[in-house]
């Protein structure tokens, strides 16, 4: 081979290696794009719950109204097993509910609650197997292990809410929210009306639902 053959190849082949390389990257960069904004909407998505959810802890306390708990207990009728009651205050709902043959538990983040509501199952002669009160953040709970979920929250939450438990909660579940109703889901049934109305939903049914809504999340 000529000197001026070599010079031609030395040349030559580096261009192919360059031009070779910028084809894959030429083909990749839309992939790449697209794992980068996905990446980046759920960064944004996390930010925007973790927002919401420390927005929560600011949220003042408002212990539910007598019709508030007996329109709750009508749609629990039928219903057994474990309950979790989510921001349970003083606990009245927990009580209820207790009364009525459920084992519950009522997460509550604020400590003066939680002393009462301990003390007054105390004073009841209520057993921990029937009504327990722990001061526990359910955000950072798993929820799996309730069939019944009660919520009397702020309605600014309840779109996170209904997505954390779509995510744990088993297909049988019922979940009741006071006041406050989730967007976008169908609820089983209501009872009340105006401040004190509440709303039952079936999981099974809402996630049968959502699964026909674009871009919802079951």
């Not at 990257?25 to 420390?54: F, Y």
């Not at 329109?71 to 921001?87: I, P, Q, S, V």
């Not at 009525?100 to 983040?109: K, L, N, R, S, V």
Request: hydrophobic share 40%.
């Amino acid at each position: 081979m000529s000197v001026r053959n070599q010079r031609q190849e030395a040349v030559t082949e580096p261009n192919l290696h360059i031009n070779n390389n910028l084809l894959i990257l030429e083909h990749s960069a839309p992939c790449l794009q697209k794992m980068w904004e996905k990446k980046k909407m759920s960064v944004q998505d996390e930010q925007e719950n973790m927002m919401i959810r420390s927005r929560l802890s600011t949220v003042p306390y408002l212990p539910s109204s007598k019709d508030q708990t007996l329109n709750t207990m009508k749609l629990l009728e039928g219903r057994r097993g474990r309950l979790a009651d989510l921001g349970s205050g003083d606990g009245r709902l927990v009580f209820a509910a207790s009364a009525a043959g459920f084992q519950c538990t009522g997460f509550e983040i604020n400590s003066i609650l939680v002393t009462y509501a301990k003390s007054k199952a105390l004073w009841m002669g209520v057993p921990s197997s029937q009504a327990t009160f722990v001061k526990k953040d359910f955000w950072k709970t798993d929820l799996s292990s309730y069939n019944n979920v009660t919520a009397f929250l702020a309605p600014g939450v309840m779109t996170v809410l209904g997505d954390k438990l779509l995510k744990e909660l088993p297909d049988d579940a019922l979940v009741i929210a006071c006041r406050f109703p989730f967007p976008n889901w169908p609820h089983q049934s209501s009872v009340g009306s105006g401040l004190d109305q509440t709303f039952a939903y079936d999981i099974s049914s809402v996630r049968s639902h959502l699964r026909n809504v674009p871009n919802a999340v079951v």
